[in-house]
């Protein structure tokens, strides 16, 4: 923590994003280019999220397991879109105990292929199916340009892998886990996310279709924030995945492979985030509550802490943090944790001890607006409508400004205007070359065909004006 | 899973370990020579011994965050004995993005060298101390003789680093750690575990003293089930973890490391299980209670599964599992789930629902005697003092296993018999020769000097007969 302003955002919203990164002790530079150290504050973060999939996971059937770290490069190369996409990123482990491997073996950048062998191992009969895995893991691809936790050579990750009888089932089961996807974006990190289909040109290498969850950051730009593929057979055929279907013949499998990142974080930060630091979504914050004891004499002071300690009792089914360093002034507290992005603080003085009141302040609005006083009495459920409220207003301010930030430009050049700060929604007749020049000439990328929002009917594609049957969103990414 | 019979314990101890653990669907082999898979219902199991120690790291101050798995080659080298511990064992990243790298990246074998580095950035003052971090990761050490759980290349463990002002603290955290792992093994586990320390020659490569729990096996062999080192000073000489004193004074920091690693899931199968396959602790199990519905007409199965539903609900505070796989015998059913583990299995038929009972089967007492028939009524009540009434029963009989396996030889002639099928626990004068003389005479190896139990006074070094001041124990060891 230190005193120094940041960086404003609209002065240098990049070089916000990596000041509050650091002093929020969220993450660090590891010592190899492009890795990163996960702090505990960023961690818990990130165990918050993790917990919140992971419960939406288990409670549709899945469960968890662990693959290897380590993949004979082979594998990679039985599938051709596969490793045309990842065999540039690759980490290639080629000694192990002092000696020359025989065939070298990659960090898995992604574990379709590993797993697939272990399914193809594992299934031999309709009755094997469903197989409804994810693991939580790290993965290593080896990027150029990297930034804490937007893109790192390492990341952590959940990765899904599922197996099914049918194209039907499997496309079902993509479709089902981008809705928990969202549901967790929208619900619990009060982060508005689009859904939709990528372009082929975007899609994940290998698959027959990817789904997203797109979000607006505050600069406009659009990050993908968990994608879910359908990849068809294509694994199946690759790794062998066969089964007996109900008559006896053998089939390929239907299999899907899905995920959400660290960088999840970068999009909680980048969504919510102020001049003053760090706004974190109640739900998530490993810190929902900061308690500051306030007092200048002794004499203040014990009759302060003992009312600290029984809010502090009252309060304990939430994740409350008493800041009950000596030396450091309240105003110094009040900035580090408005900093770290606590939701909700809680200021008990002398005043609030003789009228058995608090001081509550509201992250997400700043100064004196955002701050009132209420009784101690029945605290601990004013405190929960509060951050409830905290959570609703986070949702709404965030869906309004992605909102206020799509337009529906009537041409290519305004097209090419836009996309400078905000998003297109526009019409696309599906053409590679299309999407191309609009990449090259604005550096916008097809972020997604929605699934909802579309007017249906038809129209003209904004880049070639030929017939175009539904919508996509162009936009600026990380 | 199949029908055919595990080979038994004392026909053959590690082929019914190595059958068990893959009829179980713990684990399975990896295409990469020494890796393994951790399928579902292994990683469950990890999943609650995970949650178990976490817990208890939480609640005494800990936090978790994640440091990098790569590691430059050269940090290795800065700790003179750990490089030379570890470069034995090491995979090395020489390739990245398609490119030669300048300095190779060995992936973590334990991780003091990178948490070093960043300690040396994060710690300045007294004021920054003790840090208290813990991580959850993978390990990749190339081993050359492994086995699934036991000894793999790439495991998955729990590592604690932490940093302290001084020495006392340090060795206090130290023994603070092990005491948590021993509550942990003890309680949640049921594996008695005896707390030491180690001989230098077995202890961690960089520490000044390891301490260690040792479980005993099934087949009387040692397992060291988790670890606590103290670092001493020297790594934070080696990686300048330097902060200013009280006095103002530059000083450097007393470190300290710990872990306890999927190794773990093999003491528990080790110490409790036996010829029908897997006993788990009821604390630890992922199913506590299977659920069979027995019926042989569609009458019955009408009268029996709404019972069964009843049953479900009454007991949703335990893991259960309702079996009703169709075209599969009860019997058939009974194996699975013994062979699984599963402390206790509940049989609902026509006869329990007419006598509103259930019949109910601990996995830890076969056949006729470990079954019963209970009132449905406060069978919720029942079920839980049956669970804890196994969990003790596991602890007790491990335990009289155990002491009944502990020998206390006359001589070196005897001590060189007894540890063909158990432990020794000797006077041992604590010099190297000895405990190499041990060694290669029988195999056996110092497992550790109990902090309790020792007789106190002196006695005769059980090889040389010179003075000892305190006891060992002299086991085989996985």
Redesign the interface.
């Known amino acids: 923590m230190t005193d120094e302003k940041l960086t404003p955002q609209n002065e240098n919203f990049s070089e916000w994003y990596n000041q509050i990164v650091q002093r929020a002790e969220l993450a660090?530079y590891?010592?190899?280019r492009g890795?990163?150290?996960?702090?505990?504050y960023?961690?818990?973060l990130?165990?918050n999220v993790r917990e919140a999939l992971d419960s939406r996971f288990k409670a549709s059937g899945h469960?968890?397991?662990?693959?290897?770290?380590?993949?004979?490069k082979s594998?990679l190369e039985k599938e051709k879109e596969h490793v045309e996409g990842f065999?540039?990123?690759?980490?290639?482990?080629?000694?192990?105990?002092?000696a020359e491997l025989e065939e070298?073996?990659v960090?898995r950048p992604t574990s379709e292929t590993?797993i697939g062998?272990?399914y193809a191992?594992?299934i031999k009969s309709y009755r094997d199916l469903p197989v409804l895995?994810n693991q939580w893991?790290?993965v290593?691809r080896?990027e150029?340009r990297t930034r804490l936790f937007l893109r790192t050579?390492?990341f952590?990750w959940q990765e899904g892998h599922t197996a099914h009888e049918t194209e039907e089932e499997a496309r079902k089961e993509t479709l089902s886990i981008l809705d928990q996807y969202a549901d967790f974006a929208i619900k619990e990190a009060a982060v508005p996310v689009i859904k939709g289909r990528k372009s082929n040109a975007e899609k994940f290498a290998g698959a027959v279709m990817s789904t997203t969850i797109e979000a607006m950051m505050g600069d406009t730009r659009a990050l993908q924030s968990g994608t879910s593929h359908f990849l068809g057979q294509n694994f199946a055929e690759a790794f062998d995945i066969q089964y007996l279907d109900r008559n006896n013949v053998l089939q390929y499998a239907w299999t899907t492979s899905w995920g959400v990142s660290t960088r999840f974080i970068g999009a909680i930060i980048m969504t919510h985030g102020d001049d003053q630091g760090l706004v974190l979504p109640p739900r998530l914050a490993p810190i929902q509550v900061a308690i500051i004891p306030i007092y200048r004499t002794d004499e203040e002071k014990e009759a302060v802490l003992p009312v600290v300690e029984k809010v502090r009792q009252e309060l304990s089914q939430f994740r409350i943090k008493v800041d009950d360093r000596e030396g450091v002034t309240p105003g110094f507290k009040f900035n580090d944790w408005e900093m770290r992005g606590v939701p909700l603080r809680v200021e008990i003085g002398p005043k609030d001890v003789q009228k058995d009141s608090v001081a509550i302040a509201r992250r997400d609005i700043p100064g004196r607006e955002g701050k009132s006083f209420i009784s101690q009495e029945n605290l601990a459920g004013t405190i929960q409508d509060t951050l409830e409220t905290i959570q609703r207003a986070l949702l709404e301010k965030a869906t309004a400004f992605r909102d206020a930030n799509i337009h529906d430009p009537k041409d290519y050049a305004e097209l090419s205007e836009v996309v400078k700060n905000g998003w297109a929604f526009s019409w696309w007749c599906g053409n590679a070359a299309c999407e191309t020049k609009i990449k090259e000439d604005t550096k916008a990328t097809t972020r997604c065909i929605p699934f909802e929002g579309q007017p249906g009917g038809e129209g003209k594609c904004i880049v070639c004006g030929k017939k175009a049957s539904e919508k996509a969103y162009f936009a600026r990414a990380y």
């Open positions: 660090d590891a010592p190899v890795c990163m150290v996960i702090r505990p960023g961690w818990a990130w165990e469960v968890n397991a662990a693959f290897p770290l380590l993949i004979p594998f065999s540039p990123e690759l980490a290639v482990v080629t000694i192990g105990g002092n070298p073996l960090i590993i062998h272990m191992k594992w895995i893991a790290n290593v080896w150029m050579l390492e952590f």
